[in-house]
């Protein structure tokens, strides 16, 4: 299972290099923007945005967080520290970061978390870098009962029919390509 993993990661990785990724995180941004205008008219209080910070092989969401900001809606994005992923506003200095608890409950009242994949399935199975960061907060949030929902932002061509799972591995609520738009997981 871990060396079917580890090759799917490098093949979607070499694919990812190769896409438009601006172009791709442009689309995706005004998917997202959508979502949360429907969102916002039932919850108006709740627009927060967990997102992360796009890597080389995934879509470039510079034009989302611009949009975010341009609407008022606030966002958090993810620093590692140590074995998890703690969430603060862009910019926060090293001295004010959140501890553990602070920072799952800022995750916690988001109405939107987005996670990066190499690949996501329907059944809203996915295929992180194999840290298990995201596999990590998502429990935490899910035992709390408090987890928002979760959107996996990914390319066409990482929308497969099967991702690998192992036991420890969170599934998403939902997944974003540009081509689909945010499409609710089957499972």
């Given at each position: 299972m871990q060396q079917h993993k580890s090759s799917l990661r490098i093949h979607m990785q070499q694919r990812s290099r190769q896409a438009n990724r601006q172009q791709q995180g442009r689309v995706v941004a005004q998917h997202i923007i959508d979502f949360l205008h429907t969102c916002s008219q039932q919850h108006p209080h709740s627009c927060r945005v967990a997102l992360f910070v796009s890597m080389r092989d995934e879509i470039d969401l510079s034009m989302l967080q611009q949009q975010l900001q341009q609407h008022n809606i606030a966002q958090l994005i993810p620093y590692?520290?140590?074995?998890?992923?703690?969430?603060?506003?862009?910019?926060?200095?090293?001295?004010?970061?959140?501890?553990?608890?602070?920072?799952?409950?800022?995750?916690?009242?988001?109405?939107?978390?987005?996670?990066?994949?190499?690949?996501?399935?329907?059944?809203?199975?996915?295929?992180?870098?194999?840290?298990?960061?995201?596999?990590?907060?998502?429990?935490?949030?899910?035992?709390?009962?408090?987890?928002?929902?979760?959107?996996?932002?990914?390319?066409?061509?990482?929308?497969?029919?099967?991702?690998p799972t192992q036991p420890h591995d969170q599934h998403v609520d939902a997944v974003c390509t540009p081509d689909l738009g945010i499409r609710y997981c089957s499972s």
């Open positions: 590692v520290c140590g074995q998890q992923l703690l969430f603060a506003a862009p910019h926060t200095h090293a001295n004010c970061m959140p501890n553990s608890t602070t920072s799952l409950q800022h995750v916690a009242q988001c109405c939107l978390l987005l996670l990066p994949g190499l690949a996501f399935d329907a059944q809203g199975h996915r295929l992180g870098r194999g840290g298990g960061y995201y596999d990590r907060l998502l429990l935490r949030l899910r035992q709390e009962s408090c987890c928002p929902v979760t959107v996996g932002v990914c390319m066409q061509h990482q929308l497969i029919e099967t991702v």
